[in-house]
């Protein structure tokens, strides 16, 4: 555990990603799958502090803590990755403020890691880019590069071969998360998508292409979790500029145009649904 003593020098936002669309497109020899998706960010999600240490340690707290380990986390990893990496001696006292729900879709343990990177990189006065960062953290897991860069992009591959791109349409517009505290496994998602191609995204503006798409494992996860559904045909009844599920659920997201709006979709939710999660935030 860190110590009640320890100084925090510096914190770092592990922000929700969303997914716009996600496209699978066929399964490879590896394991993976061939994906094409549209990432994005708010920004808010869990907080990473760091502070003076002789070596890494983690402590976790926030709401959505239990359960996790402090010796076997992603965190962990990625700040041994980057020590190792860069030669570094020093340590770091590593807090997590675990406020988004575990295996839900919107980033996770892959934020926390990226988040854990940028900090790192920062507090130990490293100065490698974003796109090293990135670089580095390919084996940490296949949405880690997208969340260290933490813009939007395009992604394809196993969703590292990433292109920024410019939020356009959507630009200047809030998102509202909901989960209904359904944990659902990525690999159980993938195992039930049924393997067709339903084709790319398609069309010269990315965000346009996206919001036109489709997020292939909605249905496979809404066999796991019905409840999705529910959440999805909410969202469709308020002002949402586009509502869909995120990665491989439960998390689903609204992107509304004004504060106001996105703020009376939070209302009707938790009215409608009072067991389910919700985070409001800008897109970054």
Known sequence: MVSDDMTTLGTEVACAKINLALHVRRRLANGYHDLE?????????????????????LAISGP???????????????????????KVETGAHLTLDKRLPV???????SADAAATLRLLNRYWGLQLNLSDL?????TLGADVPACV???????KGIGQNLVPIKNGPLTGCFGLLVNPLVPISTATVFQQWDG???????????????????NDL??????????IKTILSKL??????????????????????????????????????????TMVGGLK
């Open 64 to 86: 959505f803590s239990g359960g996790l380990s402090n010796k076997d986390n992603l965190v962990l990893e990625a700040a041994h990755l980057l020590a190792s990496h860069a």
């Open 236 to 277: 469709q009844q308020t002002d949402a500029v586009m509502a869909r599920m995120s990665g491989s659920g439960a998390t689903c997201f609204g992107l509304y145009r004004t504060k106001k709006q996105v703020n009376a979709a939070e209302k009707m939710i938790t009215e409608t649904l009072p067991g389910a999660w």
């Open 149 to 155: 860069l933490n813009e939007t992009s395009c992604g």
């Open 103 to 109: 295996a839900s879709g919107i980033g996770g343990g």
């Open 134 to 138: 990135a670089k580095l953290s390919e």
């Open 37 to 57: 998706t549209v990432f994005a960010f708010l920004d808010c999600g869990d907080v990473i502090s760091a502070g003076t240490g002789s070596d890494i340690q």
């Open 218 to 227: 909605q249905k496979p996860a809404e066999t796991l979790a019905p409840v």
């Open 196 to 214: 067709m191609d339903r084709g790319a995204l398609s069309g010269t503006d990315p965000i346009l292409a996206a919001i036109a798409g489709r």
